[in-house]
């Protein structure tokens, strides 16, 4: 099989998986998710290592290695699936007892999936 069929059929897959999160509000709004597009993905966290993760639910999965700096071609709904993957930033601050409480004050992004146009 070459490669460029080879690659058709898994972006049909890729399109084919569940979208996780908040569910499109039409059919517009759905083919606008599932659309392929070429992304570039940044590892913020880790620069210039890969990572692996799994995305989809238990029927319907997919395992992905994406290398720092590297483009790929996926789905717009997996690729903002990529980037809303964050790290709590957490604070202790005195509260009205006089001990200590644990509050959220953010969320520290660890990936950057930058949309690539033209080759």
């Known amino acids: 099989m070459n490669q460029e069929k080879?690659?058709?059929i898994k972006l049909d897959?890729?399109?084919?998986?569940?979208?996780?999160?908040?569910q499109p509000e039409s059919?517009?709004?759905?083919?606008?998710?599932?659309?392929?597009?070429?992304f570039e993905f940044m590892n913020i966290e880790e620069p210039g290592l890969c990572h692996r993760f799994p995305y989809g639910n238990a029927k319907k999965n997919h395992n992905f290695t994406l290398m720092h700096g590297g483009k790929y071609k996926l789905p717009r709904f997996i690729a903002g699936w990529i980037e809303s993957r964050?790290?709590?930033?957490?604070?202790?601050?005195?509260?009205?007892?006089?001990?200590?409480?644990?509050?959220?004050?953010?969320?520290?992004?660890?990936?950057?999936?930058?949309?690539?146009f033209g080759g």
């Open 6 to 8: 080879h690659q058709k």
């Open 13 to 22: 897959e890729l399109q084919k998986l569940p979208i996780i999160g908040r």
């Open 27 to 38: 059919e517009k709004e759905e083919n606008f998710l599932r659309e392929i597009c070429e």
């Open 86 to 116: 964050t790290t709590p930033l957490w604070d202790w601050r005195p509260n009205s007892e006089g001990g200590l409480s644990k509050k959220l004050i953010g969320q520290n992004p660890r990936f950057q999936m930058r949309q690539t």
